[in-house]
């Protein structure tokens, strides 16, 4: 068993760390708070893997490829989420 195969506690930590860096990169009022940022960082994690797959690069090399992963996934999940909620800014 490789160190950086994750189980669903480690993805779920993952997942919070990398929504929580895209949620310091993006600022925006939407999906915020500690479920928020594990659900756009998990959530993000799929996307990035997805999109990283789909395009040749494959898996994601070890923690800090598969946080980079989650990371790009979760920015653009995020800024998909501020373009759909455009409440206007008090």
């Known amino acids: 068993m490789d160190f950086f195969d994750l189980d669903p506690i480690g ?19 939407a999906a915020r708070g500690c479920l928020a940022n594990i659900l756009v ?25 598969s946080l980079f992963v989650a990371l790009f996934g979760s920015v653009l999940l995020r800024l998909a989420i501020e373009f759909v909620d455009r409440r206007p800014h008090r």
Do not use: Q
């Open 11 to 29: 993805w779920a930590l993952l997942g919070f760390v990398a929504g929580g860096l895209s949620s310091w990169l993006i600022r925006g009022r």
């Open 41 to 65: 960082g998990v959530l993000g994690g799929l996307i990035g893997g997805t999109i990283a797959k789909s395009t040749g690069f494959g898996d994601a090399g070890g923690f800090l490829g």
